[in-house]
């Protein structure tokens, strides 16, 4: 069962260039979700996704962009990456927003800017 | 204030102790709660829903007091594999309708032999 996968696991990037970061599930989740964690600050979340073609703003959008065309991809986008981002980004998945659901997690990615 | 609020520790403890840990919460719409670990550079983790009722797990325990808006998580016996850093997660309803896991920023447990 590979669950949520993102893709890369590692990056540097440059400050101003831009990546995109891959999150796949295959569990057939509704809700989509992602987080950065900072050292002492827990996970904020970024944007999430109700369902395919719906995006949200999350704590900390600023600097980041998403899309979901397919219901089991969520995209990170960063089109000017700033050093602010460095940090680790995780995807989220859950079946719904029920209240109830717990959340799937991606192994995370570690980006670097410098 | 941060809308999920735990004590970051570190809470260092030998093995075979007891050990609690508290989380508070700001939003009294916030609907359902959980615990989740996190081992250093890996995903967070579910370890357990949190109930009303209060409700247990082996060696753990997680209790819910909506009055005061506080959830706690007991661990009993500590092992060294508990060393961990537990989330606090609490599911809030935003404007958009959709319950949202909103995450405390971690309390840092380290069980020594």
């Known amino acids: 069962n590979a669950g949520v996968t993102q893709t890369p696991k590692f990056r540097v990037l440059k400050t101003g260039q831009s990546m995109t970061l891959l999150c796949a599930q295959d569990m057939n989740h509704e809700y989509m979700y992602w987080y950065r964690q900072d050292p002492g600050m827990g996970l904020r979340l970024i944007h999430y996704s109700v369902g395919e073609g719906t995006t949200a703003k999350g704590e900390v959008p600023d600097g980041y962009n998403v899309s979901r065309l397919k219901k089991q991809n969520f995209l990170l986008g960063l089109e000017s990456a700033a050093p602010s981002q460095t940090s680790v980004y995780f995807c989220?998945?859950?079946?719904?927003?029920?209240?109830?659901?717990?959340?799937?997690f991606g192994q995370g990615t570690r980006l670097t800017v410098v | 204030r941060k809308e999920v609020e735990q004590d970051p520790g570190p809470f260092n403890v030998p093995e075979g102790a007891t050990v609690a840990f508290n989380c508070t919460y700001s939003n009294s719409a916030s609907q359902s709660f959980f615990w989740y670990r996190q081992d250093c550079r890996k995903e967070p983790k579910l370890l357990m829903s949190v109930y009303s009722s209060g409700n247990e797990d082996g060696r753990f325990t997680a209790q819910l007091n909506r009055a005061s808006q506080y959830i706690s998580l007991l661990i009993r016996d500590s092992k060294l594999s508990d060393s961990a850093t537990y989330l606090c997660?609490?599911?809030?309803?935003?404007?958009?309708?959709?319950?949202?896991?909103?995450f405390g920023r971690g309390t840092s447990l380290i069980v020594h032999p």
């Open positions: 989220a998945s859950s079946p719904t927003g029920t209240g109830q659901a717990e959340a799937f």
């Open positions: 997660v609490v599911n809030k309803l935003p404007s958009g309708g959709s319950y949202i896991p909103t």
